[in-house]
């Protein structure tokens, strides 16, 4: 799975993959450990600082982070629509990333809707369906934040 590519419905996702997120925390000055795991890679990426990250690099960290739990915690379909709207806004959602305060957005994408609370380095979003679930990814540079608006 290290050189595996993530599965999107997009136009262009040659750049969807472990090898090529590598290379870019390769070439910043955060250490990987030996043979790291996709899920390394990945939390290496966002230890960089959100003004120095890539729309491509970042969605494939937060693809790697969220996909799995949130295919297995709230089900394919809600996954699904989560990797559709994150691969169809990644430069926004690296936007929203590197912000200090961004307003509260909200999309409607199929019978969902994205609710994004995002701010720098922490990502925040509920995806309301069925039931509301509240997911989040925060970086080192969100440190000392329970919340990403905070």
Not at 137 to 148: D, F, I, L, N, Y
């Amino acid at each position: 799975m290290r050189s595996g590519s993530l599965s999107v419905r997009t136009r262009d996702t040659a750049y969807l993959r472990v090898d090529f997120l590598e290379e870019k925390v390769k070439s910043s000055d955060i250490k990987l450990p030996p043979e790291p795991t996709p899920l390394e890679t990945a939390a290496a990426y966002l230890a960089i600082d959100p003004n120095k990250l890539e729309p491509e690099p970042l969605l494939i960290s937060l693809l790697i982070l969220l996909g799995p739990a949130v295919s297995g915690q709230a089900g394919d379909a809600v996954a699904a629509a989560l990797v559709d709207y994150l691969a169809n806004n990644p430069k926004m959602i690296l936007a929203r990333f590197q912000a200090e305060k961004p307003e509260v957005i909200s999309d409607k994408a199929g019978s969902f809707e994205f609710v994004d609370m995002s701010a720098r380095g922490c990502l925040e979003l509920v995806v309301r369906g069925e039931k509301p679930v509240t997911l989040m990814v925060k970086s080192p540079r969100a440190v000392g934040r329970t919340r990403c608006r905070e």
